[in-house]
């Protein structure tokens, strides 16, 4: 504190510097903690010292890898899925987000049921159809259907969308379904 003309005044110059100290040391042990997570095996720097931005750089790059190796895993999950699939299995998975939805409707070549009823529920259900494809794959058949919220203050209902939708790839009739 320093006293001019009798009232007691801060030093803000020395306020700040010590700030700013402290934000560096902060700084500086969140790098070294953000630094110990990355396995040893992924490190590409092999300094001594790391600068900070040697860091930030070693972890995005973790960051994107762990990405990647999540889409494999989940591509490899759905092939896994797609293949234990027999010949008269169905498959609705139904992703809903930002008032987006996408439908894939996976069945076997033995399994049949009208493209045009799902689109019809999908529109009942308030979406409008951006863009619908069937692919017949071996002895499977996709079909994928991309749609987005009529209303963005109403919106879709995903879990009512999948369960009709499940209703009539199964055959189960939604008239005596209680």
């Not at 498959?91 to 996976?106: A, G, H, P, T």
């Not at 499977?140 to 919106?155: L, M, N, V």
Request: proline residues 2%; hydrophobic residues 35%; aromatic residues 6%.
């Amino acid at each position: 504190m320093v006293y001019v003309c009798g009232k007691k005044t801060t030093n803000w110059k020395v306020e700040r510097k010590t700030v700013e100290k402290n934000r560096r040391i902060h700084m500086k042990t969140l790098c070294f903690k953000l630094s110990s997570i990355i396995p040893k095996e992924h490190k590409t720097i092999h300094k001594t010292v790391l600068t900070q931005q040697d860091c930030f750089d070693e972890a995005a790059s973790y960051i994107q890898k762990l990405g990647e190796n999540i889409e494999k895993l989940k591509q490899r999950k759905q092939m896994q899925s797609m293949r234990s699939l027999g010949q008269d299995d169905v498959v609705v998975e139904v992703r809903y987000e930002d008032l987006n939805l996408e439908v894939v409707v996976v069945s076997g070549v033995r399994k049949r049921f009208m493209f045009h009823e799902l689109i019809n529920v999908l529109e009942e259900e308030g979406a409008e159809i951006v863009s619908a494809s069937v692919v017949a794959v071996g002895d499977k058949i996709f079909h994928t259907i991309h749609s987005q919220a009529i209303s963005s203050r109403i919106g879709l209902e995903p879990t009512s969308v999948s369960r009709r939708l499940k209703e009539l790839v199964n055959g189960v009739d939604p008239e005596f379904h209680i």
